[in-house]
């Protein structure tokens, strides 16, 4: 038996991407990422870009600018409703890896998830996001900041979660540390041996 | 290369112990855990029975309750000074596995460290504890909740951190979910190919 799902929860500039991505392909598994944004449109009925806008990384700002406006507060909840039918359906569907959009959240009662958190020190995530994304004129310490913070708000507010805390996991990883290759190796053979047939507990 | 010093913080019926000694085994290194007591005994000069009484699991709340009363904090501090003096010492000697202790917090300036974090879901746990310890007057709900709340309460107080955050760790692990053989196999497996050689970021 092995995980038929498996989660990537992850920090901007820790290679839990491309993690993900190498454990899809090693596993044969359908991987999810960008391409969940289409889907989504699809499903809500919303313009991709207004999905890509109120995704997690973007304007998670958001819902809260609504509420406090009094106005179109729950399009961001139509559209998080959206995001955890389209997660549900891909998961039904066949075995796959699905990175952020707090899938480990939205399939929290599934007995087949293996869910893994990627995260890195900051030096290790400025190198890689200048090497992934390149020099921009914004500096590379408010570019991280300015993600980090969007994306742990972002699920913070959706998942009633505190961003990094261990046990919602079954495995953390520091992929600044260990290497992008040995966590892809680590998370290969744990979904490969994992045999849990139990929803992760509530912390 | 390969990390030259281990450190396993974990939950009580965690099985973080076991999981311990397994890859002290696996990688011929040295496993310190309860036997750190009459070293730390020797080097602060407090019989082993006062070291045993205030370690991490037994009266954690002690330095507090000393200092509430503002008799006797300091032998808290001086036992605490002698657990890290025990710890660098061992640490310099040669290749080991430490459990506990805030071992990773004291060797967190040493650049050859891979910091583990195991732990698991309470009902894991609690059969974990009976079939490790057997069953005592005690309920088991109050025996976890007790050694767990004495533990995490001893490793904040001393190390100023908050109990199951990742980033203070390169890995965690869910031993009840992953099954403690593949704990054991993570570890060894990140361990050998451990190329880190800078000391852990602080959080």
């Known amino acids: ?44 009925g919303f313009a991709p ?12 700002a958001l819902p809260w600018l609504f509420r406090a406006q009094n106005v179109g507060g729950d399009l961001s909840d139509q559209l998080f409703a959206a995001q955890r ?39 290790a995530k400025k190198q890689r996001i200048i090497h992934e994304y390149g020099e921009t004129e914004v500096s590379i310490d408010k570019r991280l900041k300015d993600k980090d913070r969007k994306r742990k708000a972002h699920y913070q507010y959706y998942t ?10 079954d495995v953390c990883l520091d992929s600044g540390r260990l290497g992008i290759d040995a966590c892809i190796d680590t998370v290969v053979s744990l ?9 992760k507990e509530e912390d």
């Open 85 to 123: 039918n389209v997660i549900w359906q891909l998961a039904e569907k066949g075995s796959c890896v699905i990175v952020g959009r707090c899938a480990d959240y939205l399939l929290r009662t599934r007995t087949d998830v293996l869910n893994c958190f990627i995260y890195a020190e900051g030096e």
């Open 1 to 44: 038996m092995s995980a038929k799902i498996i989660t990537i929860t992850r920090e901007f500039g820790s290679g839990g991407r491309t993690i993900g991505k190498k454990v899809a392909e090693a596993l044969g598994y359908d991987f999810y990422d960008w391409n969940l944004v289409s889907k989504i449109a699809a499903e809500s």
């Open 49 to 60: 870009e207004f999905v890509e806008e109120n995704c997690e990384d973007a304007s998670s």
């Open 191 to 199: 979904a490969k041996s994992f045999t849990c047939t139990t929803p």
């Open 160 to 169: 009633g979660r505190k961003w990094g805390r261990a046990f919602y996991y």
